[in-house]
């Protein structure tokens, strides 16, 4: 024991210790505000740390171009934070071992890996370990910038997570060519659907000020390979292709090249009415083909790498080709022929329904596209949601996927938690991406999984494309809580290889974001894995959908009914009464099963065969139908209600035991979500517990609480300021 006091001559020890311990503190007190996202760069672990240093402490690096600049910059700043010293960077190898970066044409060094590279592509790099004139060394070599700046943040993550080096070897091309976030971010900065504060973009001070963030939100994207972002609502407003507006546009699209990433923008289908003053958009007219052909010469006269156009037409009231009588391959053919001479796409979104139509929405975008395929131009994708309905909780996989084997599909995931509980709810989506990408479609056989007919392999198309909603806003942490920073990160990671695996995603992602001890990293995974599948449980298990409370979708509404549309109403998902629940989407009802290939089509249809997760999406079932666990199909609707909270309630546990161990702000932050979590999923359970007992007059199971209040206190509720949906 050290004394705590001293005598004159002896040194200070309370003192040094003392001063020690604040030292350890301060280094340890890094600002953990979540704002470094998984890029935090902390320290080695001891034991690997000298073996890191000769590795990593000499850097061949080019210098010439922007690419190789941030290239250079990122692995100062990783190697800094890593290995506590700076790196020293050359521009030609030392004497010491070196990790040697480049391309063929930017680093002598690397014209001996030409053959090794081939068949990366584009983006793909080379990292590994290499014997140089006798001496160890570390290796990056790509075809070009891009591709050396991804190999330097996959060496930082292996860093990160703790991996050894020794007989590195890792070859790498993403198999998605487009990996784009689409911001829903309008020029006032409100976000639509957006829960993480207001836009990132500030359209009033660009393109003068050019906030550090820009930057460092690039940098965040190239670090998992998404290389486009659209930065404006898909409800569009035309004023982003203004001029004024335009010359916003290129400050970010040169912040953000370096990075690899391209600027595509929404386009609000009537501009040529309301920014060229036509009196028209129908896309037959040769003045409105002019006024595209002119507006995309004027944006690549700007940004000779803008990405082309997303569209989202005729859907939800936005202008389209069906206002002149013409079909969505016309409307986006249109807008294809105008970019394509300076290389753009158009990304045209199947996200319809009609206005009027009282069809099974989930039929309608299937019934309105396929009949398209093939007449699409070669650089439009269509671009389709995950589900046929709306980002729910769970949704079967969308009928699109390989029914139209002659157009490009582009996947559209929702990152922003819409419908699963804003930003406060704990629910990582790496699970729902996963079970999406590998259902299987069966279009042309079994393994015709949704991954591949995305990637354009299973119809051999080269053009390929996967987007996200983007959950980003100027909020500290980015993504309006900690954990929601894991859906951003998990969906760059399955845009460039769609077959990994949630749960590996995850566990990079925790020894990044949180801590590489094993244990903490098992506990924080674990928690993660079951998380979507809690919130399904206590918002919509069994395949119920779309139950959200009206508009801002801020909680339950199972009895929303009437208002201007059936199918914003939850009546008409649900379709509740005294003898059971469900939609009946099969060969008897309404069909929706027979869009699907019929092996997929036969195990919808029977109810002996559908998976019990999507049972109420297929079928209208009778509240006493005997369910796989033995119990009748109410009781495990609560079962499930509950079981949903349960899963909350042990989150708060592990993470409680995480304390100490988790720097204190992110614990705090956390715990405090988790807190709001509880809550709203105990509300979620009541109020559909009381909403569907009051329809079938059904007894609790013996072991169920009943709800606290009555049906009534609930419907009463009301949450005016929801964000995400009005202003
Ligand atoms: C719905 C959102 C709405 C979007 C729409 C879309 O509620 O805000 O505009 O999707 O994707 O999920 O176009």
Same mark, same amino acid.
């Given at each position: ?30 600002? *953990?505000?979540?704002?470094?996202? +998984? ?25 010439? =171009? ?66 140089? !004139? ?29 991996? $050894? ?6 070859? *790498?091309?993403?198999?998605? %060519? ?24 500030? +359209? ?10 820009? =930057? ?63 009196? =028209? ?16 010469? *004027? ?12 569209? %989202? ?34 990304? +045209? ?9 009282? *069809? ?29 309905? !709306? ?25 922003? %938690? ?6 406060? @709810? ?21 393994? $015709? ?29 980015? $993504? ?15 845009? +460039? ?25 098992? $506990? ?43 199918? /914003? ?14 939609? !009946? ?33 297929? @079928? ?33 546990? =592990? ?27 105990? /509300? /979620? ?43």
């Amino acid at each position: 024991m050290l004394p705590l006091t001293s005598r004159r001559s002896d040194p200070p020890w309370g003192l040094l210790v003392g001063l020690l311990a604040l030292l350890l503190c301060v280094a340890d007190a890094r600002a *953990e505000d979540g704002y470094d996202v +998984w890029m935090r760069y902390v320290h080695a672990d001891p034991a690997r740390l000298d073996g890191y240093r000769v590795r990593l402490g000499d850097v061949v690096a080019p210098d010439a =171009t922007q690419t190789q600049r941030a290239a250079r910059d990122e692995l100062r700043r990783g190697l800094t934070g890593f290995l506590g010293t700076a790196p020293r960077l050359h521009v030609a190898p030392p004497a010491a071992r070196a990790l040697l970066i480049g391309t063929p044409e930017s680093s002598p060094w690397i014209l001996p890996f030409r053959q090794e590279i081939e068949g990366l592509g584009e983006e793909g790099f080379l990292l590994r370990e290499v014997r140089i !004139d006798g001496r160890d060394a570390l290796v990056i070599a790509a075809h070009r910038d891009i591709g050396v700046l991804y190999g330097v943040f996959h060496l930082l993550r292996l860093l990160q997570t703790g991996t $050894s080096l020794d007989g590195l070897h890792v070859r *790498e091309a993403p198999r998605i %060519k487009l990996r784009v976030l689409n911001h829903w971010d309008n020029l006032d900065r409100y976000v639509e659907r957006g829960y993480a504060g207001r836009s990132l973009w500030d +359209w009033q001070t660009l393109p003068d000020w050019e906030d550090p963030r820009y =930057t460092d939100y690039a940098r965040a994207n190239a670090s998992i390979g998404i290389n486009g972002a659209v930065l404006n609502n898909v409800n569009a407003d035309a004023l982003s292709l203004s001029p004024r507006y335009l010359r916003k546009a290129v400050a970010l699209a040169d912040l953000f090249r370096p990075y690899g990433i391209r600027v595509y923008l929404s386009a609000r289908f009537s501009a040529p009415i309301e920014l060229g003053g036509l009196a =028209t958009a129908d896309p037959r007219d040769p003045g409105v083909q002019r006024w595209w052909r002119e507006k995309a010469d *004027e944006i690549y006269a700007l940004i000779p790498d803008f990405g082309g156009f997303l569209v %989202k037409a005729n859907s939800e009231g936005q202008p389209g080709p069906q206002d002149y009588g013409r079909t969505h391959a016309e409307g986006a053919n249109l807008l294809a022929d105008a970019v394509r001479p300076h290389g753009g796409v158009v990304m +045209w979104r199947a996200f319809v329904y009609a206005h009027e139509v009282p *069809e099974d929405r989930a039929k309608q975008a299937y019934n309105e596209f396929v009949g398209l395929d093939g007449n699409f131009h070669d650089n439009v994708l269509v671009q389709v949601k995950n589900g046929p309905v !709306d980002f729910q909780p769970r949704e079967p996989f969308h009928p699109l996927f390989g029914a139209m084997p002659r157009t490009p599909l582009m996947m559209e995931f929702q990152i922003t %938690k819409e419908y699963l509980g804003f930003a406060t @709810h704990l629910v990582y989506l790496g699970p729902l991406y996963e079970e999406v990408l590998r259902a299987d479609t069966h279009a042309r056989g079994s393994g $015709s999984t949704v991954a591949r007919v995305i990637e354009g392999s299973l119809e051999g198309h080269a053009l390929s494309g996967i987007a996200g909603v983007a959950n980003i806003g100027d909020d500290r942490t980015w $993504s309006g809580s900690h954990f929601d920073q894991a859906n951003w990160y998990a969906f760059g990671r399955l845009a +460039w290889n769609p077959h990994q695996s949630a749960r590996d995603i995850a566990t990079d992602w925790v020894a990044m974001t949180f801590s590489r001890a094993p244990d903490v990293v098992a $506990s924080v995974v674990g928690m993660m894995m079951g998380s979507r599948e809690a919130a399904v449980d206590y918002m919509t298990p069994l395949g119920l959908h779309h139950l959200m409370a009206r508009g801002h979708h801020y909680g339950p509404g199972p009895w929303v009914d009437g208002g201007p549309r059936a199918d /914003w109403t939850s009546v008409y998902y649900h379709r509740a009464n005294r003898h059971g629940v469900g939609f !009946d989407r099969t060969s008897r009802g309404s069909g929706s099963v027979s869009q699907y290939a019929p092996p997929v089509a036969r195990t919808f249809d029977d109810i002996g065969q559908v998976p019990e997760n999507l049972l109420l999406w297929f @079928h209208r079932v009778p509240w006493q139908h005997r369910m796989g666990s033995g119990r009748p199909l109410w009781n495990e609707l609560v079962h499930r209600y509950t079981r949903g909270v349960s899963y909350v309630e042990a989150m708060q546990a =592990t993470w409680d035991g995480l304390r100490g161990r988790v720097d204190a702000p992110r614990h705090q932050h956390v715990a405090a979500f988790l807190r709001i979590q509880r809550d709203e999923a105990q /509300w /979620w359970r009541d109020a559909s517990v009381a909403y569907f007992q009051s329809i079938n007059g059904l007894a609790l199971p013996a072991d169920e609480a009943p709800p606290p209040h009555p049906l009534a206190y609930y419907q009463a509720l009301q949450s005016p300021y929801a964000p995400g949906d009005g202003r």
